[in-house]
C-alpha cells in the first residue's frame, strides 16, 4: 500500500498507509472500533477505491482491477454463506462463475481438498443451517482459500464464535496458513488474537498506522502509551523530561521526583510524556527498601499463577503489580491496607509518546 487514504466525505477513515507485506506473511490489522481496519481490508480486496494512493498486489498496480480479478479473497465477520445450499455447493459456488468454465471433475476435486483441509472432509452434503458456528465459519474459510487466492483477508472472522471455540480456530487459522503459505491479513480489535496469531502486528488509531511489529516488539517496545496500553497492560504516569544521555532519560513525575528510565521514542528534553511500567516488572515487597516507593495495599486477587495486587501512592495514584507465585512469598501475606514498597528496573520503565 503506497500512500493509500480513503474518506468518505469528511471522515478520514483512512490516512496515508505505507505498508508492505511480504509473501506468505501473517499479518494483523489491529485497532479500536472505527479507526479504519475494514476500510483498509476492504481497498485490498477491491471492494473500495482508495481516494488516493495505489494498491499492489505482487509488484501488480492493482487500480484499475475489479474485485473479482484480483487474485484475492475475504472472510467476512458474518461469513455470508448461502443458508439454503449445502456445505459443498456454497465452496463450489465462486468456481461455477468461473469462465471459461471449470470441469465438474476439477470443481468437485478443488471441493473435496477444501473441505479436507478445514477438517470438514464428511460434511459436503450437510445444509448450513445444520452447521454449528465453528463449523460455519470453517465453510466460510475453505470457500476463501478453495481457488487458491495469494492473499486472504479476514475480517473479525473469529468475531461471533464463543471463547473456547475462539481459541481452537485461532490455532486452526495459524496451521492453516502455515500449511497453505497464502499471505494472510487479519482484522481484529482483540489483542490477544492479534499477539497469538501474527507474524507482524500493524496498531492502528484514527486511520493511521501508529506502529508496526513482531508481537515482542510491540510488546516490549511500545513508542507510544497508546501501543502499551493496546498491547498488554500497563502503568502510565504523566511527566516532563527533563535530561537525555543515549537511551537513558530522566523524567519528573507528578510527586516532584526525578525517576531514571529508559528512553522509549523519538523524544526531546521539555516534552510532556508518559513513563510505562508493565505490572509484571514491578516487585512489591513487604519490607521497607531504600529507594523504593512507599504504597498502601488497595486489592489483591488470586489467579493461581500469579496474584495481581492494586497498590496506591500517595501522589502516584493506583499501581498494578503483577506477581508470580514464586516471588511472591514475601508479600504473600499482605491484606488490605498495609504499607508496602515497590520497585522497577530502569530498563522495565519506559518514557513514551503520551498519546
Ligand atoms: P473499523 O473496521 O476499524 O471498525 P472502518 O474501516 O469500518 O473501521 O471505519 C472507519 C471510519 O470510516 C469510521 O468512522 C466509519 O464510520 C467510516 N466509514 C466506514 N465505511 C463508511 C462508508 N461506507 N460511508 C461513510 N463512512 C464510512
Ligand atoms: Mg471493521
Avoid at 474518506?7 to 478520514?12: D, F, L, Q, V
Avoid at 456454497?90 to 471459461?100: D, M, T
Avoid at 502516584?316 to 512469598?329: E, F, H, K, T
Wanted: proline letters at 3%; glycine letters at 8%; charged letters at 25%.
Amino acid at each position: 500500500m503506497k500512500g493509500v487514504s480513503k474518506a468518505y466525505g469528511e471522515i478520514e477513515a483512512v490516512k496515508k498507509i505505507n505498508l508492505q507485506i511480504a509473501a506468505g506473511e501473517f499479518l494483523t490489522f489491529l485497532g479500536p472500533s472505527g479507526c479504519g481496519k475494514t476500510t483498509a481490508l476492504r481497498m485490498l480486496a477491491g471492494f473500495e477505491t482508495p481516494t488516493m494512493g495505489t494498491v499492489f498486489i505482487d509488484g501488480e498496480d492493482m487500480s484499475d482491477k475489479a474485485a473479482h480479478h484480483r487474485p484475492v479473497n475475504m472472510v467476512f465477520q458474518s461469513y455470508a454463506l448461502f443458508p439454503h445450499l449445502t456445505v459443498g455447493q456454497n465452496i463450489a459456488y465462486g468456481l461455477k462463475q468461473q469462465r471459461p468454465k471449470l470441469a465438474r471433475s476439477l470443481i468437485n476435486e478443488k471441493v473435496g481438498r477444501a473441505l479436507e483441509t478445514v477438517r470438514l472432509a464428511d460434511f459436503k452434503n450437510r445444509r448450513i443451517w445444520e452447521m454449528s458456528g465453528g463449523q460455519q465459519q470453517r465453510v466460510a474459510l475453505a470457500r476463501a482459500i478453495v481457488n487458491e487466492p495469494k492473499l486472504l483477508l479476514l475480517d473479525e472472522p473469529l468475531a461471533a464464535l464463543d471463547r473456547k471455540l475462539r481459541k481452537e480456530m485461532q490455532i486452526e487459522l495459524q496451521d492453516l496458513q502455515r500449511q497453505l503459505g497464502i499471505t494472510f491479513v487479519l482484522v481484529t480489535h482483540d489483542q490477544e488474537e492479534a499477539l497469538s496469531l501474527s507474524d507482524r502486528v500493524c496498531v492502528m488509531r484514527a486511520g493511521e498506522i501508529v506502529q508496526i511489529g513482531t508481537p515482542r516488539d510491540l510488546y516490549d517496545n511500545p513508542q507510544s502509551r497508546y501501543v502499551a496500553d493496546f498491547v498488554g497492560t500497563s502503568n502510565f504516569f504523566e511527566g516532563d523530561i527533563t535530561a537525555i544521555h543515549d537511551v537513558k532519560v530522566q523524567i519528573n513525575l507528578q510527586d516532584g521526583q526525578a525517576y531514571e528510565a529508559t528512553l522509549g521514542d523519538d523524544l526531546a528534553v521539555g516534552t510532556r510524556a508518559c513513563l510505562s511500567i508493565r505490572p509484571e516488572q514491578i516487585r512489591l515487597s513487604k519490607m521497607e527498601i531504600p529507594g523504593a516507593l512507599k504504597v498502601t495495599v488497595q486489592n489483591q486477587i488470586f489467579l493461581g499463577e500469579h496474584t495481581e495486587y492494586l497498590v496506591r501512592h500517595d501522589k502516584l495514584g493506583n499501581i498494578a503489580v503483577l506477581s508470580p507465585r514464586q516471588a511472591d512469598a514475601d508479600a504473600d501475606t499482605l491484606n488490605k491496607g498495609d504499607a508496602a514498597w515497590v520497585q522497577w528496573a530502569t530498563e522495565a520503565a519506559l518514557v513514551l509518546s503520551n498519546i
